[in-house]
């Protein structure tokens, strides 16, 4: 299982899309990428990032990812989910002297569902 480190800087709608390659040929040139859409939305004190599942393949490509994922807030949230289930206070941490939430979470393992991850301040 293969982890990538994802930091959210909160601030109205931003999208990102991470592109992955085997990094040693070049066989991206005939589309053996795998791209992950990634976009982060806040509402007041409501922040919502969705993780949208890996699309295409490449050679040597993990076959299963989690997400570490670090989120910038001002304040503690008094409650974070993942896919509308909160989470209980084992399944994240918020770390005062940097002021962020911290959670990891798994793709879906079938790569059809998006994750999203909810902090209500």
Not at 80 to 102: A, I, M, P, Q
Request: hydrophobic share 30%; proline share 4%.
């Amino acid at each position: 299982l293969e982890s990538i480190g994802l930091e959210i800087f909160p601030h109205g709608h931003s999208e990102f899309t991470l592109y992955e390659d085997d990094g040693v040929t070049r066989a991206y040139l005939e589309g053996k990428v795998a791209t992950t859409h990634i976009v982060c939305c806040t509402k007041g004190k409501e922040v919502h990032v969705t993780i949208a599942p890996r699309a295409g393949t490449y050679e040597g490509m993990p076959e299963r990812r989690a997400w570490n994922v670090t989120i910038h807030t001002d304040s503690q949230p008094t409650s974070v989910s993942v896919n509308g289930e909160t989470l209980g206070d084992s399944g994240w941490e918020y770390d005062t002297d940097v002021e962020v939430v911290r959670v990891a979470v798994g793709e879906d393992p079938a790569r059809q569902e998006s994750v999203t991850i909810r902090c209500l301040g």
